[in-house]
Protein backbone atom coordinates (compact mmCIF):
# COMPACT_ATOMS: atom_id res chain seq x y z
CA UNK A 1 0.00 0.00 0.00
CA UNK A 2 2.83 2.28 0.26
CA UNK A 3 3.87 4.72 2.64
CA UNK A 4 0.86 5.96 5.13
CA UNK A 5 -0.33 9.59 3.73
CA UNK A 6 -0.12 12.17 6.46
CA UNK A 7 -4.41 12.19 6.41
CA UNK A 8 -4.03 8.48 6.58
CA UNK A 9 -5.24 5.38 4.16
CA UNK A 10 -8.73 6.14 2.59
CA UNK A 11 -10.74 3.40 1.04
CA UNK A 12 -8.79 3.92 -2.00
CA UNK A 13 -5.79 3.03 -0.94
CA UNK A 14 -6.94 -0.35 0.15
CA UNK A 15 -5.89 -3.43 -1.60
CA UNK A 16 -6.63 -6.87 -1.24
CA UNK A 17 -4.10 -8.94 0.33
CA UNK A 18 -1.98 -6.30 1.66
CA UNK A 19 -0.17 -6.54 4.90
CA UNK A 20 0.39 -3.92 7.55
CA UNK A 21 2.47 -4.19 10.55
CA UNK A 22 1.49 -1.37 12.59
CA UNK A 23 3.29 1.03 15.21
CA UNK A 24 3.40 1.98 18.54
CA UNK A 25 3.77 -1.20 20.72
CA UNK A 26 2.80 -0.88 24.02
CA UNK A 27 3.90 -2.10 27.36
CA UNK A 28 0.82 -2.98 29.42
CA UNK A 29 0.46 -2.20 33.68
CA UNK A 30 -1.18 -2.37 36.06
CA UNK A 31 -2.15 1.66 35.86
CA UNK A 32 -4.09 0.49 32.48
CA UNK A 33 -6.11 -2.16 34.86
CA UNK A 34 -6.90 0.69 37.28
CA UNK A 35 -7.78 3.10 34.68
CA UNK A 36 -10.17 0.51 32.66
CA UNK A 37 -11.98 -0.51 35.93
CA UNK A 38 -12.54 3.63 36.49
CA UNK A 39 -14.14 3.39 33.62
CA UNK A 40 -16.39 0.57 32.93
CA UNK A 41 -16.88 -0.02 36.78
CA UNK A 42 -15.78 -3.86 35.79
CA UNK A 43 -16.63 -5.61 38.96
CA UNK A 44 -14.55 -9.23 37.71
CA UNK A 45 -12.20 -10.10 40.51
CA UNK A 46 -10.20 -12.22 38.56
CA UNK A 47 -8.95 -9.14 37.11
CA UNK A 48 -8.71 -6.85 40.55
CA UNK A 49 -7.73 -9.05 43.20
CA UNK A 50 -4.56 -10.72 43.17
CA UNK A 51 -5.65 -13.93 45.75
CA UNK A 52 -8.74 -14.69 43.21
CA UNK A 53 -6.04 -14.54 40.20
CA UNK A 54 -3.86 -16.66 42.15
CA UNK A 55 -5.99 -18.94 43.43
CA UNK A 56 -7.18 -19.87 39.56
CA UNK A 57 -3.37 -20.50 38.72
CA UNK A 58 -2.25 -16.94 37.26
CA UNK A 59 1.00 -15.19 38.26
CA UNK A 60 -0.74 -12.23 38.85
CA UNK A 61 -4.34 -10.29 37.88
CA UNK A 62 -4.40 -10.67 34.14
CA UNK A 63 -5.56 -7.40 32.05
CA UNK A 64 -9.36 -7.82 31.63
CA UNK A 65 -10.06 -9.62 28.34
CA UNK A 66 -11.68 -6.67 26.96
CA UNK A 67 -8.85 -4.39 27.54
CA UNK A 68 -6.56 -6.66 25.95
CA UNK A 69 -8.66 -6.36 22.90
CA UNK A 70 -8.96 -2.70 22.89
CA UNK A 71 -5.28 -2.12 23.28
CA UNK A 72 -4.80 -4.06 19.91
CA UNK A 73 -7.40 -2.97 18.18
CA UNK A 74 -6.18 0.38 18.71
CA UNK A 75 -2.89 -0.72 17.65
CA UNK A 76 -4.60 -1.48 14.08
CA UNK A 77 -6.79 1.85 13.97
CA UNK A 78 -4.23 4.35 12.57
CA UNK A 79 -3.71 2.18 9.81
CA UNK A 80 -7.33 0.71 9.14
CA UNK A 81 -9.61 3.15 10.32
CA UNK A 82 -8.33 6.04 10.80
CA UNK A 83 -10.96 7.86 8.18
CA UNK A 84 -13.56 5.26 9.75
CA UNK A 85 -17.34 6.32 8.93
CA UNK A 86 -18.25 3.67 11.42
CA UNK A 87 -16.88 0.42 12.68
CA UNK A 88 -19.55 -2.28 11.76
CA UNK A 89 -18.28 -5.53 13.52
CA UNK A 90 -16.82 -8.44 14.57
CA UNK A 91 -16.21 -11.68 13.91
CA UNK A 92 -13.70 -15.18 14.53
CA UNK A 93 -12.10 -13.27 17.76
CA UNK A 94 -10.00 -15.50 19.68
CA UNK A 95 -8.12 -14.68 23.26
CA UNK A 96 -5.56 -17.13 23.32
CA UNK A 97 -3.05 -16.09 26.25
CA UNK A 98 -3.61 -14.26 29.10
CA UNK A 99 -2.21 -11.10 29.17
CA UNK A 100 -0.48 -9.41 32.17
CA UNK A 101 1.11 -6.24 33.34
CA UNK A 102 4.64 -5.99 32.25
CA UNK A 103 3.77 -7.42 28.69
CA UNK A 104 4.73 -5.90 25.25
CA UNK A 105 1.68 -5.69 22.96
CA UNK A 106 1.76 -5.33 18.82
CA UNK A 107 -0.12 -6.36 15.93
CA UNK A 108 0.00 -6.89 12.79
CA UNK A 109 -3.11 -6.62 9.74
CA UNK A 110 -4.65 -8.80 6.28
CA UNK A 111 -6.71 -6.99 4.08
CA UNK A 112 -9.11 -10.04 3.48
CA UNK A 113 -12.25 -8.34 1.67
CA UNK A 114 -13.48 -4.66 0.23
CA UNK A 115 -16.64 -3.47 -0.84
CA UNK A 116 -17.11 -0.27 -2.57
CA UNK A 117 -20.42 1.44 -1.61
CA UNK A 118 -23.10 2.58 -3.67
CA UNK A 119 -22.66 6.26 -3.03
CA UNK A 120 -19.48 6.43 -3.68
CA UNK A 121 -18.37 8.10 -0.94
CA UNK A 122 -16.82 5.23 1.08
CA UNK A 123 -16.54 1.31 1.23
CA UNK A 124 -16.53 -1.39 3.38
CA UNK A 125 -12.33 -2.97 4.30
CA UNK A 126 -12.12 -6.37 6.33
CA UNK A 127 -9.01 -7.10 7.92
CA UNK A 128 -8.06 -9.91 9.53
CA UNK A 129 -5.53 -8.78 12.57
CA UNK A 130 -3.30 -11.00 14.98
CA UNK A 131 -1.71 -8.98 18.20
CA UNK A 132 1.37 -11.04 20.03
CA UNK A 133 3.44 -10.38 23.20
CA UNK A 134 6.90 -9.52 23.74
CA UNK A 135 7.55 -13.01 22.83
CA UNK A 136 6.30 -13.53 20.04
CA UNK A 137 3.19 -15.50 20.96
CA UNK A 138 -0.16 -14.90 19.37
CA UNK A 139 -2.54 -13.33 22.38
CA UNK A 140 -5.40 -12.46 20.28
CA UNK A 141 -6.92 -13.04 16.67
CA UNK A 142 -9.84 -11.11 15.10
CA UNK A 143 -11.43 -10.33 12.25
CA UNK A 144 -13.70 -7.14 12.11
CA UNK A 145 -15.06 -4.76 9.43
CA UNK A 146 -14.89 -1.01 8.71
CA UNK A 147 -17.01 1.72 6.63
CA UNK A 148 -13.85 3.93 5.84
CA UNK A 149 -14.26 7.32 3.43
CA UNK A 150 -12.89 8.08 0.58
CA UNK A 151 -10.10 10.46 -0.43
CA UNK A 152 -12.29 12.06 -2.93
CA UNK A 153 -14.88 11.95 -5.33
CA UNK A 154 -15.19 8.29 -6.98
CA UNK A 155 -12.01 7.53 -9.44
CA UNK A 156 -9.31 5.21 -9.15
CA UNK A 157 -10.92 2.98 -7.04
CA UNK A 158 -14.07 2.76 -9.55
CA UNK A 159 -14.50 -0.43 -10.68
CA UNK A 160 -13.15 -3.20 -8.60
CA UNK A 161 -14.71 -5.99 -8.12
CA UNK A 162 -16.44 -6.79 -4.61
CA UNK A 163 -14.47 -9.27 -2.29
CA UNK A 164 -16.71 -9.81 0.80
CA UNK A 165 -15.09 -12.76 2.64
CA UNK A 166 -16.15 -15.96 4.03
CA UNK A 167 -16.64 -16.38 7.63
CA UNK A 168 -16.94 -18.49 9.76
CA UNK A 169 -20.47 -19.23 11.52
CA UNK A 170 -18.62 -19.33 15.01
CA UNK A 171 -15.43 -20.58 16.76
CA UNK A 172 -15.83 -24.05 17.30
CA UNK A 173 -15.51 -25.35 21.25
CA UNK A 174 -12.23 -27.24 19.77
CA UNK A 175 -10.90 -23.96 19.12
CA UNK A 176 -11.46 -22.45 21.97
CA UNK A 177 -8.14 -21.49 24.19
CA UNK A 178 -8.06 -22.40 27.81
CA UNK A 179 -4.99 -22.37 29.12
CA UNK A 180 -3.67 -25.57 30.70
CA UNK A 181 -2.52 -24.46 34.22
CA UNK A 182 -6.41 -22.82 35.09
CA UNK A 183 -8.09 -24.43 38.05
CA UNK A 184 -11.68 -22.86 37.54
CA UNK A 185 -13.30 -24.79 40.59
CA UNK A 186 -10.67 -22.60 42.50
CA UNK A 187 -12.99 -19.50 41.73
CA UNK A 188 -14.72 -18.08 45.18
CA UNK A 189 -18.11 -17.26 44.45
CA UNK A 190 -17.58 -15.34 47.66
CA UNK A 191 -15.57 -12.84 45.77
CA UNK A 192 -17.51 -13.05 42.73
CA UNK A 193 -20.96 -12.32 44.37
CA UNK A 194 -22.77 -15.05 42.91
CA UNK A 195 -22.84 -18.87 43.41
CA UNK A 196 -24.33 -19.85 39.58
CA UNK A 197 -21.91 -22.01 37.15
CA UNK A 198 -22.01 -23.38 33.85
CA UNK A 199 -24.06 -26.11 35.34
CA UNK A 200 -26.74 -23.74 36.65
CA UNK A 201 -27.70 -22.01 33.16
CA UNK A 202 -30.09 -23.07 30.54
CA UNK A 203 -30.48 -22.68 26.85
CA UNK A 204 -33.21 -20.16 26.02
CA UNK A 205 -33.16 -18.60 29.18
CA UNK A 206 -33.17 -14.51 29.67
CA UNK A 207 -31.49 -12.29 31.87
CA UNK A 208 -32.02 -8.35 32.41
CA UNK A 209 -29.12 -7.20 34.02
CA UNK A 210 -30.35 -4.81 36.52
CA UNK A 211 -27.92 -2.14 36.22
CA UNK A 212 -27.65 0.87 33.79
CA UNK A 213 -24.99 3.65 33.10
CA UNK A 214 -25.08 6.95 31.35
CA UNK A 215 -22.19 7.39 28.72
CA UNK A 216 -20.53 10.72 29.38
CA UNK A 217 -18.35 12.47 27.07
CA UNK A 218 -15.58 12.67 29.14
CA UNK A 219 -15.73 8.54 29.64
CA UNK A 220 -15.83 7.65 26.08
CA UNK A 221 -13.31 10.34 25.28
CA UNK A 222 -10.83 8.92 27.88
CA UNK A 223 -11.51 5.31 27.23
CA UNK A 224 -10.26 5.89 23.24
CA UNK A 225 -7.33 7.93 24.29
CA UNK A 226 -6.61 5.12 26.72
CA UNK A 227 -6.64 2.42 23.76
CA UNK A 228 -4.38 4.87 21.55
CA UNK A 229 -7.69 4.99 19.10
CA UNK A 230 -6.71 7.41 17.24
CA UNK A 231 -10.45 7.90 14.61
CA UNK A 232 -11.45 11.07 13.46
CA UNK A 233 -15.16 9.45 14.43
CA UNK A 234 -14.31 9.72 17.95
CA UNK A 235 -12.17 12.84 18.58
CA UNK A 236 -13.17 15.66 15.96
CA UNK A 237 -16.27 17.44 17.37
CA UNK A 238 -15.37 20.22 14.66
CA UNK A 239 -15.51 17.55 11.38
CA UNK A 240 -18.20 15.25 13.09
CA UNK A 241 -20.70 18.62 13.16
CA UNK A 242 -20.54 17.95 9.24
CA UNK A 243 -21.29 14.34 9.60
CA UNK A 244 -24.56 12.59 9.21
CA UNK A 245 -24.88 12.22 12.65
CA UNK A 246 -23.56 15.71 13.14
CA UNK A 247 -21.40 14.75 16.48
CA UNK A 248 -18.66 12.65 17.44
CA UNK A 249 -19.52 8.39 17.32
CA UNK A 250 -18.63 6.69 20.88
CA UNK A 251 -16.24 4.43 19.90
CA UNK A 252 -17.91 1.07 19.78
CA UNK A 253 -15.69 -1.13 22.10
CA UNK A 254 -16.51 1.21 25.36
CA UNK A 255 -19.88 -0.30 24.72
CA UNK A 256 -19.12 -3.13 24.22
CA UNK A 257 -17.15 -2.98 28.16
CA UNK A 258 -20.00 -1.15 29.58
CA UNK A 259 -21.99 -4.19 28.51
CA UNK A 260 -19.70 -6.76 29.59
CA UNK A 261 -19.62 -4.82 33.29
CA UNK A 262 -23.07 -4.48 33.68
CA UNK A 263 -23.69 -8.10 32.79
CA UNK A 264 -21.85 -9.35 35.74
CA UNK A 265 -24.89 -8.65 38.12
CA UNK A 266 -25.98 -12.93 36.36
CA UNK A 267 -23.46 -14.05 35.46
CA UNK A 268 -20.89 -13.25 38.20
CA UNK A 269 -18.79 -16.49 37.94
CA UNK A 270 -18.12 -16.03 34.25
CA UNK A 271 -14.23 -15.33 34.57
CA UNK A 272 -13.19 -15.14 31.22
CA UNK A 273 -14.33 -14.08 27.59
CA UNK A 274 -13.48 -16.88 24.99
CA UNK A 275 -14.01 -16.10 22.18
CA UNK A 276 -16.43 -13.94 20.06
CA UNK A 277 -18.30 -15.33 17.32
CA UNK A 278 -20.10 -11.65 15.74
CA UNK A 279 -21.18 -8.80 16.65
CA UNK A 280 -22.78 -5.73 14.84
CA UNK A 281 -22.79 -2.01 16.20
CA UNK A 282 -26.46 -1.99 15.68
CA UNK A 283 -27.14 1.55 15.92
CA UNK A 284 -24.68 4.35 17.22
CA UNK A 285 -24.08 5.52 20.62
CA UNK A 286 -23.53 9.07 21.89
CA UNK A 287 -22.75 10.91 24.86
CA UNK A 288 -25.62 11.02 27.08
CA UNK A 289 -27.37 7.73 25.84
CA UNK A 290 -27.82 5.41 28.49
CA UNK A 291 -26.77 1.68 27.87
CA UNK A 292 -28.63 -1.54 29.23
CA UNK A 293 -28.02 -5.20 28.90
CA UNK A 294 -30.15 -8.15 28.32
CA UNK A 295 -28.04 -11.79 28.09
CA UNK A 296 -30.04 -14.54 26.06
CA UNK A 297 -28.14 -17.79 26.51
CA UNK A 298 -27.45 -19.54 23.43
CA UNK A 299 -26.18 -22.80 24.73
CA UNK A 300 -23.67 -24.52 26.98
CA UNK A 301 -20.87 -26.59 25.92
CA UNK A 302 -18.47 -28.83 26.89
CA UNK A 303 -14.81 -28.05 26.19
CA UNK A 304 -13.12 -31.45 25.03
CA UNK A 305 -10.47 -32.59 27.45
CA UNK A 306 -11.87 -30.73 30.66
CA UNK A 307 -14.57 -31.24 32.99
CA UNK A 308 -13.95 -28.63 35.11
CA UNK A 309 -14.52 -25.45 32.84
CA UNK A 310 -17.44 -25.08 30.58
CA UNK A 311 -18.49 -22.65 27.36
CA UNK A 312 -21.31 -20.54 28.06
CA UNK A 313 -22.68 -19.02 24.75
CA UNK A 314 -24.75 -15.87 25.05
CA UNK A 315 -26.24 -13.17 22.76
CA UNK A 316 -25.69 -9.62 24.68
CA UNK A 317 -27.68 -6.76 23.69
CA UNK A 318 -27.11 -3.27 24.78
CA UNK A 319 -29.81 -1.13 24.38
CA UNK A 320 -30.24 2.76 25.20
CA UNK A 321 -32.32 5.11 26.73
CA UNK A 322 -35.08 2.22 27.08
CA UNK A 323 -36.28 -0.14 30.08
CA UNK A 324 -35.48 -3.78 29.38
CA UNK A 325 -39.31 -4.81 30.07
CA UNK A 326 -40.34 -2.77 27.10
CA UNK A 327 -37.36 -4.20 24.62
CA UNK A 328 -38.97 -7.48 22.80
CA UNK A 329 -35.71 -9.53 21.43
CA UNK A 330 -34.89 -8.83 17.97
CA UNK A 331 -34.93 -12.29 15.88
CA UNK A 332 -30.98 -12.78 15.20
CA UNK A 333 -30.18 -10.49 11.89
CA UNK A 334 -32.90 -7.73 12.91
CA UNK A 335 -32.36 -4.79 14.20
CA UNK A 336 -34.06 -2.63 16.85
CA UNK A 337 -33.56 1.34 17.23
CA UNK A 338 -33.03 0.73 21.20
CA UNK A 339 -30.35 -1.81 20.02
CA UNK A 340 -26.80 -0.66 19.65
CA UNK A 341 -24.73 -3.59 20.11
CA UNK A 342 -25.54 -7.49 19.61
CA UNK A 343 -22.94 -9.59 20.22
CA UNK A 344 -22.64 -13.22 19.67
CA UNK A 345 -19.41 -14.38 22.56
CA UNK A 346 -18.72 -17.45 24.72
CA UNK A 347 -17.83 -16.95 28.57
CA UNK A 348 -15.61 -18.92 30.27
CA UNK A 349 -17.11 -20.76 33.83
CA UNK A 350 -16.54 -23.66 36.14
CA UNK A 351 -18.41 -26.46 36.17
CA UNK A 352 -19.27 -28.16 39.05
CA UNK A 353 -17.47 -31.87 39.88
Known sequence: MGPR???????????????LEHATPRTVSSSDAAIYLALTGSRNPVHCAAPVAA???HPAPPLDDLLVFHLAFGKTVHDISYNAVANLGYDDVR??????????????????????????????????????N?????????????????????GAADGRAAVIPELPAEVALDRLPVPAFLTPRALDPHATGGARWWDDYAAG??????????????DHMLATRLYQNTARVHFDAHAARSSQFGRRLVYGGHVISLCRALAHDGLENAFAVAAIH?????????????????????????????????????????AKNTALADLATPAPGAKDPAVVLDLDLTLLLPRRA
Open 5 to 19: PAAGYFFDDFELGAR
Open 55 to 57: ALG
Open 95 to 132: FLLPVYPGDTLGARSEVIGLKENASGKSGVVWVRSHAF
Open 134 to 154: QHGAEVLSWVRWVMVARRGPK
Open 205 to 218: ETIDHPGAMTVEEA
Open 278 to 318: GGTHANPTFAGDTIAVRSVVASRGEIPGRDDVGALRVRMLG
